[in-house]
């Protein structure tokens, strides 16, 4: 396991970003999550995916509860974090799991330790719809600093003989011209955003 420096402009872009998402009213919130609800479920990379790693959001990020929903009820599984001992897994959600998910200390529901679920990793995704802060269109990313989900698409990426793809979701605020990106860092695909 990588051990991360910390990045100064990094930290900066972080902190700046945190207060523009500050200051989107719920209203606001809730118009840009259902504007990439529908470009989410229209789109291509989305349309042929059958195995979908997704996150189960914050009240800081765009809602992905109704893009799980969308995701099971046209019958394909949807795979969610779960972090412990330093290690992200992605572990599917079964009917019902959102309901009885604790939350970490850090306000993220995930499967309890003791939830048995199929692992990501076992049987392969066909996309990944990841968080982050702030991301650029040249598919730059910077996440909240724990590094997880770099490990993770770096593993899954050299693990896995088709890649799956990789797109952000993300308020417009968190689209930047450029974002500071390191050699453990991981570029994405795309980023779906409301404009």
Known sequence: ???RSPDLAKMQ???????NIAQLSKEEKDRQSNIVYNKIINHPYYKAANRIAIFMSTDEEINTAPIIA?????????????YAGGVMKMLKV?????????????????????????DSLDSGLDLIIAPGVAFSLDGGRVGHGGGYYDRFLAKIRAEQQTPPK???IAFNCQIVDKVPMNDLDQKIDGVIYAE
């Open 13 to 19: 872009l972080r902190e700046q970003i945190s207060k």
């Open 1 to 3: 396991m990588c051990s």
């Open 166 to 168: 990789v797109i952000a």
């Open 94 to 118: 079964e009917s019902g799991d959102q309901d009885t998910m604790p939350q970490t200390k850090h306000s993220i529901q995930q499967h309890s330790k003791d939830q048995k679920r199929e």
């Open 70 to 82: 969308h995701i099971q009820a046209r019958g394909a599984s949807a795979f969610v974090p779960q």
